[in-house]
């Protein structure tokens, strides 16, 4: 019976010619997982499901392994957006006591009773889910779970270099060399409420830059990620208090060279735009 269900399910995925591929052996089991992304992690797998006790189907994302815990702690952190991008809510189950953390969407009050809207609906489902969530298993599996402990001797501390400051300069006299669409300048070493300085600020455009040069070692960089997050989140805050904008104000990381794909890693999980000037 499964067999013959999945085997029809299968040609609803190619028919829609999505991310989640259809070309597989149908299973005997009231359970199909799928692939997210590239390779075949079993840490990570979409499974449509029949026959549960509430819903004749659902489609869920499963994760497992040693780190499965932790990210789906890094995943549950942007559930509004994530949820937003689907264009439906999901269920985050963490579940402590079992080996797998599960997210499910369920069809809610949608009307499944005869096996095709069943389905279409899990094939939408499925491929929404894949779209949205293999960028973020894809940077997942790359960052680090054990919090690295901070540095401070490869961190800038001293007087400003010469190449720091004319960096800094020019990017205040062009605001077009790090992408911020404003005809002002950019004014330096901005006092915020909070009482950083951010090394040049896009009032117009109420977008901050934070500036490294291609001398500062890793740490250094990592710090300036990091920064950006504070320097976002306090302008935005004053937006909200002081501003009758909403709050939009963003950090973006300027540097005279390449980031190291780890630390692009980092800086694309938490949304900060970096650079290369």
């Known amino acids: 019976m499964h067999k013959d269900y999945w085997a029809a399910f299968h040609k609803k995925l190619n028919a829609v010619n999505g991310p989640v591929s259809g070309n597989r052996k149908p299973g005997a089991m009231a359970t199909m997982d799928y692939a997210v992304g590239r390779g075949n992690s079993s840490e990570y797998r979409l499974l449509a499901r029949r026959r549960t006790h509430a819903h004749p189907v659902q489609a869920e994302l499963c994760l497992k392994g040693p780190d ?3 990210n789906f702690q890094r995943l549950n952190r942007e559930k509004e957006a994530i949820e937003r991008e689907l264009g439906f ?10 080996v797998e953390s599960l997210i499910i969407a369920c069809p809610g009050k949608a009307d499944l009773s005869e096996r095709r ?3 279409e609906w899990l094939a939408e489902r499925l491929n929404k889910m894949h779209l949205v969530f293999a960028p973020r298993i894809k940077i997942i599996k790359k960052l680090p779970i054990e919090r690295p402990h901070p540095r401070p001797d490869g961190w800038h501390t001293g007087p400003e270099s010469e190449t720091h400051k004319s960096l800094k300069q020019r990017i205040a006299g062009d605001p077009a060399m790090v992408g911020v669409k404003t005809a002002e300048n950019g004014e330096e070493e901005y006092l915020l409420l909070s009482g950083d300085k951010v090394d040049v600020y896009f009032a117009k455009a109420a977008v901050a830059v934070e500036v490294k040069t291609v001398n500062a070692r890793s740490e250094e960089i990592r710090r300036g990620i990091f920064q950006c997050i504070k320097y976002r989140a306090v302008l935005q805050a004053e937006q909200r208090v002081y501003g009758s904008e909403s709050p939009t104000a963003d ?19 938490l949304h900060i735009r970096v650079v290369s000037c």
């Open 117 to 119: 809207s069943q389905h």
């Open 251 to 269: 950090c973006l990381l300027a540097l005279d060279g390449a980031l190291s794909d780890k630390l692009q890693d980092i800086a694309e999980f």
């Open 89 to 98: 809510p999901l269920k985050w189950e963490k579940r402590p006591d079992h």
């Open 68 to 70: 499965a815990k932790s």
